[in-house]
């Protein structure tokens, strides 16, 4: 079946520190890959999309995220985390040619710690 | 700046009563999307628009209806609200995928969301 995995349901760092959320897929597809951000309350804001340009994506707020075909992997990285980054991310990935098959992770709750 | 706009941030509602959540989106986009959002369930597609007039069920359509008159409004209809159905609701609009363009690969925008209390 296909599937997005978000290794992590809580991730907690301290400021200053880098940040690594994990995503694998399962996908019969080459997939659009993308990562998400939802701070409380709000909707889900896109941080960056791979769509087979480039392996690494660069995204806003300094988020950059590695698409490794052989492990099936899209993790989300930040050098030095920041307080305004405690947020929920969401792994999606497009598994097929479909305009609505779109796959959501369960999420990845990041929290910063001062 | 892409704008996806849901009328109600917040609503409370008596079960029995019939609900209107509206999106209106700004980029001209041909894909609209109504997806609900809970606690430990994720998110779940309840309905999709690929045009005016066209829909497509989701995950989760029962209890809910949809309407598509114009290209930038879409508008999730609960006849009947339920306490089963208080969550976050979030609307979303895309570009059409383009599987032969990479630069296409039709990311969703998303409202604020709703969050709607049934009691």
């Known amino acids: 079946a296909q599937s997005v995995t978000q290794l992590d349901s809580h991730v907690s760092v301290s400021e200053g520190t880098p940040v690594l959320l994990r995503c694998n897929y399962s996908?019969?597809?080459?997939?659009?890959l993308f990562w998400y951000v939802q701070h409380p309350n709000k909707g889900l804001q896109l941080l960056l999309k791979?769509?087979?340009?480039?392996?690494l994506v660069k995204g806003i707020n300094g988020f950059e995220a590695e698409f490794k075909k052989s492990e099936t992997s899209f993790h989300l990285t930040k050098p030095s985390a920041h307080m305004s980054d405690a947020a929920e991310y969401f792994c999606?990935?497009?598994?097929?040619?479909?305009?609505?098959?779109?796959?959501f992770g369960a999420g990845t709750r990041l929290t910063v710690k001062p | 700046d892409v704008k996806v706009t849901q009328s109600s941030r917040y609503l409370v509602k008596r079960t029995g009563e019939k609900v209107f959540l509206e999106c209106v989106q700004d980029?001209?986009?041909?894909?609209m999307f109504w997806y609900r959002q809970d606690p430990g369930l994720g998110l779940r597609l309840i309905y999709f628009?690929?045009?005016?007039?066209?829909?497509e069920k989701g995950d989760i359509p029962e209890g809910y209806s949809v309407s598509r008159e114009k290209k930038e409004r879409f508008s999730l209809i609960l006849e009947s609200a339920s306490t089963s159905q208080t969550s976050m609701y979030l609307c979303?609009?895309?570009?059409?995928?383009?599987?032969?363009?990479?630069?296409?690969?039709?990311?969703?925008?998303f409202g604020e969301g709703s969050r709607l209390t049934v009691l």
């Open positions: 980029m001209d986009h041909e894909n």
């Open positions: 996908s019969s597809y080459s997939p659009s």
């Open positions: 999606v990935v497009r598994m097929g040619y479909n305009n609505n098959d779109m796959r």
């Open positions: 791979y769509t087979s340009a480039a392996t």
């Open positions: 628009s690929y045009d005016v007039k066209m829909k």
């Open positions: 979303a609009s895309s570009p059409i995928y383009d599987v032969w363009g990479p630069d296409r690969p039709g990311e969703l925008f």
